[in-house]
């Protein structure tokens, strides 16, 4: 079986994004980030900004928020309602064909499927923290507590919806090393390998 | 820096070790795997079977023990003590020049050179049962309860001896899924990146 459905998952400011960017480029397939954000909204009705950060971030502080506030759309929590509406939405990417998914827990969404790749793309804190701040300038926090946030958020997403760990080897086909490999070599690597 | 000592972290039936022989063949540099039991051997007076159990495997049942019986070499547990002889040997290994290690916490152990270039090799259950009934026969136990048992004892050793957790991506620059990429391909990959 040819796996052509690749799923990327990343550290923040690893370049995991870009290594997707070009490798869909490079095989000429679709590349899937901004695009379910917008199926979502269209879905939901919710605020692009606001998917973007619940689509992959900790529900817990919602979650605390509904004890008291009572839950929202059809009985569920908005967190559960955007990622139904987000699993929906990537079951039905892959269903078109080869394309790049990066992150949303689709390695997991798509685990009954036998065509897709799995990667993650990790780095060491320096190469993540100078590169947050040449690609997205520098804000009040330091790079280093921004990158701890924002991956905290991640893992905690990804063990709520998929009961797995977030970055254990066993999830995926390969993980690579940006800091130490380059960002192009990871390419390179992965569009030998599902070619 | 060019990385050519090359550490093999693996789960049990992955075939790990196998990527590494072959690894070293091909790049024609020592395979170091028998040969730190032996030195350790040497270097303790242990038995080579009794160093291979201990020098990747859980040291819990071993602190108990001391507890009630005291403590053995030097006022150390023989776990510390096998321990310690084994990390100086792998670090006397690596001053000799490029290699490929299997196992043994040594990419922890080589932590401080930045010549290591560190893998991690695994596989999903299936692929590691049949594989260690085909390599290793059959025993009274299953072969998923022998995989279990054993990864059990190499994730304990490992987070005892280093404090990281074992087979988490952001300890390797990279990690390899022999069931689904092949074993002679993980070592295509790998001799590519350290070439």
Known sequence: MKKNIITISREFGSGGRTVGRKLAERLNIPFY????????????????????????HSPTKSIFSYAFVGRDVNGISINDYVWNAQRKIILDLAEKGPCVIVGRCADFILRDR??????????????????IVKEYGETDKSPEKRLREKDK????????????????????????NTGTL???KC?????????
């Open 33 to 56: 980030d901004g695009e379910i954000i917008e199926k979502v909204h269209e879905e939901t009705g919710f605020s692009q900004d606001f998917i973007k950060e619940q689509g992959e």
């Open 114 to 131: 036998d065509d897709c790749f799995n990667v993650f793309i990790h780095a060491d804190e320096k190469f993540k923290a100078e590169r």
């Open 153 to 176: 958020k991640r893992k905690i997403n990804y063990k709520y919806y998929t009961d797995q760990d977030w970055g254990v080897c066993d999830n995926y086909d390969i993980s690579l």
């Open 182 to 184: 380059g960002i192009d």
């Open 187 to 195: 390419v390179d690597i992965i569009e030998e390998l599902v070619k």
